[in-house]
């Protein structure tokens, strides 16, 4: 079975940082692009992030370019997401899900939760 | 970015009832592989979103044969044939032809 699992999530302070992990199974984790998913509460799906098989290429949502970094370990089967200067509007669960753009979502993760306050 | 805008963003349904969701966009879905990357997503409450449809009208594997999607262009539709309990969530479309997108999400609840 595929799965996906998130981890690192929390409550870090404006202007902090955090690295959040998907852990992946189920599947050959080095063939696909892998991406991340938000979801602020109440609201609905934003993409953020993406990342093809290799990591050679990366791609960013206007709201986190240049503050936010998509990586993987093909030899650990697990993604990440590096998280700096946080703002509150980061406020969300972080999905990872499997593929890229048109082929985005047939597996997800269950979400990990960042909390930006003071 | 491309826009997508669902409608109706509420959906009371009577079970055994059929239902239906709309979906455009602010521009054309087709890709220059010829295929048109429209995706339909489900959300029950507290769960991760599932996708139920993609490319349109490809139902993924374990969906219910009930869900159909259909379209082309800027306009979609989701449909379902007879609204079960289960199938109480939201419903989201996306398009992934450009960095993907989603539509605000519809809320299906049974009456």
């Known amino acids: 079975e595929m799965q996906l699992v998130e981890s690192g999530g929390g409550l870090v302070q404006p202007g902090g940082s955090l690295r959040l992990s998907c852990a992946a199974s189920g599947f050959t984790f080095s063939n696909y692009a892998m991406s991340w998913v938000r979801q602020a509460p109440g609201k609905g799906l934003e993409w953020v992030s993406t990342i093809i098989n290799s990591g050679g290429s990366t791609y960013f949502a206007d709201s986190v370019r240049g503050r936010f970094t998509i990586s993987r370990d093909n030899s650990k089967d697990t993604l990440f997401l590096q998280m700096n200067s946080l703002r509150a509007e980061d406020t969300a669960v972080y999905y990872c899900?499997?593929?890229?753009?048109?082929?985005?979502?047939?597996?997800w993760g269950k979400g990990t939760t960042v909390t930006v306050s003071s | 970015d491309v826009v997508m805008t669902q409608s109706p963003l509420s959906l009371p349904v009577t079970l055994g009832q059929p239902a239906s969701i709309s979906c455009r966009s602010s521009q054309g879905l087709v890709y220059s592989d010829g295929n048109t990357y429209l995706s339909w997503f489900q959300q029950r409450p507290g769960q991760s979103p599932r996708r139920l449809i993609y490319?349109?009208?490809n139902r993924d594997s374990g969906v219910p044969d009930r869900f159909s999607g259909s379209g082309s262009g800027t306009d979609f539709t989701l449909e379902i044939s007879r609204v079960e309990a289960e199938d109480v969530g939201v419903y989201y479309c996306m398009q992934g032809t450009h960095w993907p997108t989603f539509g605000q999400g519809t809320n299906l609840e049974i009456k």
């Open positions: 899900a499997k593929g890229l753009r048109g082929v985005m979502g047939d597996v």
């Open positions: 490319k349109v009208s």
